[in-house]
């Protein structure tokens, strides 16, 4: 009961601090794991009318070119084995998916962590090993190239397609939406840190760093329209119990090791300079080199760009529950557990 009558209070705080202000207020959650906690706990059902809650592109699989996967399935067509993790494997490519090209015959093993992936690859086997995800996943495959040095292995690649945060977030601020606070990625913000996203700062947008359980929104939500009604630009520390002000040193020593900047293609905002992250040319060997077409998709009727892009809600897209489900995806923000399409269909909060 007790619990119960703080969150009451908490939840009334939060709707008196966004009285004062007398209007609306529009918040992203940048990460795919906190749109799925706002709308499983029914915090935008909660807050209607007081808040506008907008998915941003914070969710690896959302932001993956298609291109991505036409290359991973042109390589397995070359009797490579190709590892992954589950969550791309319904991503559509331009043809077909990693999962339907498993299914004609494919080599494609699910893989739990890029380190296990080392461990079971055999010796005659040539592997590549699909490196996707934002800077929580880079250490874990920076581990793996650690260890397969460590073994020797020639017969194992990597085929980078992996993102940064801060490039993304810079982009969409400047040029593509207008917001009143963020919720920032506790995933992330554990191996950055909360120095990691002081950059936001210099855009003047209030913004909190929030753990994912529901009192973990409520606090950061708290934290967010206070720091809006006292135009205090500070990025906010709700997620203590796990992010440092410095992040995970280690973790990060291990990224600055084995990679470096380059460009990369985020849906829905381009080509983005520094945006991802490749292997350094001291360990290029080890790099598959990947050529696609950006500008090109094979399904235009999908609007999972302006999904991730604040400018449309997932039931307004044409092809949403119509013929867009997670049984039948036909774009990355449906396939994805952390998709924002996903999150809509799955929780019935469009209705």
């Known amino acids: 009961m007790q619990t119960l009558e703080k969150a009451n209070t908490i939840i009334n705080t939060i709707k008196n601090n966004i009285e004062k202000m007398g209007r609306q207020l529009r918040i992203i959650e940048v990460c795919g794991t906190h749109t799925v906690s706002i709308y499983r706990n029914g915090f935008h059902t909660l807050f209607k009318g007081y808040i506008d809650f907008i998915s941003g592109p914070g969710c690896p699989v959302c932001v993956t070119h298609e291109g991505y996967i036409d290359n991973l399935i042109e390589l397995a067509k070359m009797n490579y084995t190709i590892y992954t993790f589950g969550d791309l494997m319904k991503v559509p490519g331009k043809s077909m998916s ?5 299914s004609n015959g494919a080599k494609i093993k699910i893989m739990y962590s890029p380190v296990d992936a080392v461990e079971n690859i055999a010796e005659d086997e040539e592997a590549i090993i699909a490196a996707v995800g934002f800077e929580t996943t880079v250490p874990a495959f920076a581990l793996s190239l650690e260890k397969v040095l460590e073994k020797d292995l020639k017969n194992v690649k990597f085929a980078c397609e992996l993102k940064t945060i801060d490039q993304p977030l810079k982009v969409l601020l400047k040029d593509h939406i207008k917001v009143d606070g963020l919720i920032l990625p506790g995933h992330v913000a554990t191996i950055l840190g909360v120095d990691g996203f002081k950059f936001v700062e210099e855009f003047e947008i209030p913004s909190v760093i929030s753990g994912f359980e529901k009192y973990d929104i409520l606090l950061s939500l708290l934290s967010l329209t206070q720091s809006i009604l006292d135009n205090d630009f500070t990025v906010k520390n709700e997620y203590k119990r796990v992010v440092k002000k410095e992040g995970n040193t280690v973790a990060k ?5 084995f990679f470096e900047r380059t460009d990369a293609y985020f849906r829905g905002l381009g080509l983005i300079e520094g945006g991802g992250l490749r292997l350094k040319s001291e360990y290029s060997s080890f790099s598959v080199q990947l050529k696609y077409d950006y500008e090109s998709f094979s399904n235009s009727a999908c609007r999972c760009a302006d999904v991730l892009t604040g400018k449309l809600k997932p039931f307004e897209c044409p092809l949403f529950e119509k013929v867009c489900t ?3 995806p036909k774009g990355a923000c449906m ?4 998709g924002s399409c996903n999150a809509y269909f799955r929780f019935g909060k469009w209705k």
């Open 253 to 257: 020593r291990y990224i600055e090791r």
């Open 98 to 102: 990693l999962a339907e090209a498993k």
């Open 326 to 328: 997670p049984q039948t």
């Open 335 to 338: 396939v994805s557990q952390e």
